[in-house]
């Protein structure tokens, strides 16, 4: 992401405390994971990955409205977060997208991951 991020959720926690301990004992090794976190709302879940930043530019993929799509969180054309909501199995394909420098328009992200589950 090319900054630092303080993310407050379990995939971090669990991640980061493990290379922490790990440090500890002199391995050595850098932190460049980018956690996800989820939570569920009654029937609805969601799993979010990156920069959720309701000031960056959104593209919105929903098939069913409000209810199932995905959200990507773009800056310069770059894809900067994406939020799955009731769409799983997706994250590690969210890293992915995050990781590409683009750039993306709203047209290349549409239908860009499944919306599975
Ligand atoms: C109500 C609630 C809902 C949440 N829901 C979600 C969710 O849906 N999704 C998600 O991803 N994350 C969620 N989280 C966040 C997630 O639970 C935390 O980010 C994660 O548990 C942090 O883990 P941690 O190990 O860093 O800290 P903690 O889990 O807080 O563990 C710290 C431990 O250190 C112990 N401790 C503190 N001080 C000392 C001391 N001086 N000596 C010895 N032990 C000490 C504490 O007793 C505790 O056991 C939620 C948190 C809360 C409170």
Same mark, same amino acid.
């Given at each position: 992401?090319?900054?630092?991020?303080?993310?407050?959720?379990?995939?971090?926690?669990?991640?980061?405390?493990?290379?922490? +301990? #790990?440090?500890?004992? +002199?391995?050595?090794?850098?932190?460049? !994971?980018?956690? !996800?976190?989820?939570?569920?709302?009654?029937?609805?879940?969601?799993?979010?990955?990156?920069? /959720?930043?309701? #000031?960056?530019?959104? %593209?919105? &993929?929903?098939?069913?409205?409000? *209810?199932?799509?995905?959200?990507?969180?773009?800056?310069?054309? #770059?894809?900067?977060? %994406?939020? @799955?909501?009731? %769409?799983?199995? *997706? %994250?590690?394909?969210?890293?992915? /997208?995050?990781?590409?420098? +683009?750039?993306?328009?709203? +047209? &290349? @992200?549409?239908? #860009?991951?499944?919306?599975?589950?």
């Amino acid at each position: 992401m090319d900054k630092r991020l303080r993310i407050e959720h379990e995939d971090n926690a669990n991640t980061m405390g493990r290379r922490a +301990g #790990r440090n500890v004992v +002199g391995a050595n090794e850098p932190y460049h !994971y980018l956690p !996800y976190f989820y939570s569920d709302l009654f029937d609805l879940g969601y799993e979010a990955v990156g920069e /959720l930043d309701s #000031r960056l530019e959104t %593209v919105t &993929d929903w098939p069913e409205p409000y *209810q199932k799509g995905v959200v990507y969180y773009l800056q310069d054309g #770059r894809v900067r977060g %994406v939020l @799955l909501w009731s %769409v799983w199995d *997706q %994250v590690g394909a969210a890293r992915e /997208l995050i990781a590409e420098k +683009g750039p993306f328009k709203a +047209g &290349d @992200l549409k239908g #860009r991951l499944p919306k599975t589950g």
